[in-house]
């Protein structure tokens, strides 16, 4: 039997992101669970506690909410956002405050009782330094046969084709990008090309919300080629 997803919840996510209890990771997570963060890839127990370390060393959190979490059979998908405040080593001397604002996603796969596969995606480096975007490009960017896949799979349930760029622009709306910040990574394109970018999509893959958005990329397996 998996994990439920309350037990999950309450006992992993919230306790880690809310209390910085780094003890939860040795409860709940495989000793040879891969690991991937926007700017790490390793395997393990260590390799997530230096991952969200390297954060708490950065920023004293002082908010976590979950948005909202899309399930499926062994996969939780949390959509969350989080305010924190910089310490000061990390703090921007442009900067007029040092809180902070920021949003993601968190993608679990479970078996049995253990945590296999631990994905995470934010925009907390753009959020402490919004002048230096830090994000590695091997953490975001699709390889042209990643694009052209999820072109078909769309075009194939839908009916419809998404540029290039629009799959661009939902890969990083996935991982939980802002507006601004897919127009930073994109270029320096305007907001408002990314705000009709994102209407495209809305419109192409028939939803009306990010939620359903989450659900159809999640059937369809376009959320395993975004996030994997």
């Known amino acids: 039997m998996n994990i439920r997803l309350t037990d999950l919840t309450q006992q992993f996510i919230l306790p880690l992101w809310e209390k910085r209890d780094l003890s939860v990771i040795d409860s709940f997570v495989c000793p040879i669970a891969e690991i991937q963060t926007t700017t790490l890839h390793g395997v393990g127990k260590e ?19 979950i948005e909202e979490i899309i399930q499926g ?5 949390y959509h969350w956002s989080g305010k ?10 442009n900067s007029h405050s ?3 604002s920021f949003s993601g996603i968190i993608s679990v796969e479970i078996q049995g009782n253990f945590i296999i596969r631990y994905h995470s995606y934010s925009n907390i480096q753009t959020s402490l330094n919004p002048s230096n975007f830090l994000f590695k490009k091997t953490a975001t960017t699709l390889s042209p046969d990643e694009t052209e896949s999820i072109i078909a799979t769309i075009r194939k349930i839908t009916g419809r084709r998404l540029t290039k760029r629009e ?9 939980g990008f802002s507006i601004k910040e897919t127009a930073r990574f994109l270029g320096g ?15 192409k893959m028939n939803v009306d919300s ?10 369809s397996g376009i959320i395993s080629m975004l996030l994997d």
């Open 47 to 65: 390799a997530l506690k230096n991952s969200v370390e390297a954060i708490f060393e950065r920023l004293l959190p002082s908010g976590f909410t």
């Open 210 to 219: 990010y939620r359903q958005l989450f659900i159809l990329a999640q059937k």
């Open 189 to 203: 394109l305007s907001g408002r090309t990314i705000q009709t970018f994102r209407e495209n999509i809305k419109r």
């Open 98 to 100: 040092d809180n902070i």
């Open 84 to 93: 924190a405040i910089v310490t000061e080593a990390e703090q921007d001397p």
């Open 73 to 77: 059979h062994n996969k939780y998908i």
């Open 167 to 175: 799959v661009e622009c939902l890969n990083l709306w996935i991982k």
